[in-house]
Nanobody, 116 residues
Framework: QVHLVESGGGLVQPGGSLRLSCAPP????????MAWYRQAPGNQRELVAR???????NYADSAKGRFTISRDNVKNTVYLQMNSLKPEDTALYYC??????????WGQGTQVTVSS
C-alpha cells in the first residue's frame, strides 16, 4: 500500500497564499495522474485540480484563476499553489495519485484554514 504525504497546509488570512506539496514514490509520480481534492466538514470530497503526466491540467470552477497545480519532474513532487484564498477554501486537502480505479492512492490530508 502506498501512502502519499501532503505538506504545506496551515492557517492563513483571507487573500493570502499557501503552497501544498505531495511527493509520491518516483514510480507512482512518473505514471500516475496527480490531483488535489478537498473536503470541508459536512461536505463531500471534491476535486480541486489535476495534472496528467504530460502536464495537462484541469480545475474546479472554484479554483480557476486562483490555484495552480504543477509537477516537478526532478523532485517528483506535485504542488498546489493557492492564491487569493477565501474562507470557503477551508478544508482538508488530499493528494491523489490515479492510474485506474483499482490503482489509486490517497494521502491523509493537510488542513487549510482561511480565517482572519
Amino acid at each position: 500500500q502506498v501512502h502519499l504525504v501532503e505538506s504545506g497546509g496551515g492557517l492563513v488570512q483571507p487573500g493570502g497564499s499557501l503552497r501544498l506539496s505531495c511527493a509520491p514514490p518516483k514510480y507512482i509520480f512518473s505514471r500516475y495522474m496527480m490531483a488535489w481534492y478537498r473536503q470541508a466538514p459536512g461536505n463531500q470530497r471534491e476535486l480541486v485540480a489535476r495534472i496528467t503526466t504530460d502536464d495537462s491540467t484541469n480545475y474546479a470552477d472554484s479554483a480557476k484563476g486562483r490555484f495552480t497545480i504543477s509537477r516537478d519532474n526532478v523532485k517528483n513532487t506535485v504542488y498546489l499553489q493557492m492564491n487569493s484564498l477565501k474562507p470557503e477554501d477551508t478544508a482538508l486537502y488530499y493528494c491523489n495519485a490515479y492510474l485506474t480505479d483499482a490503482y489509486q492512492f490517497w494521502g491523509q490530508g493537510t488542513q487549510v484554514t482561511v480565517s482572519s
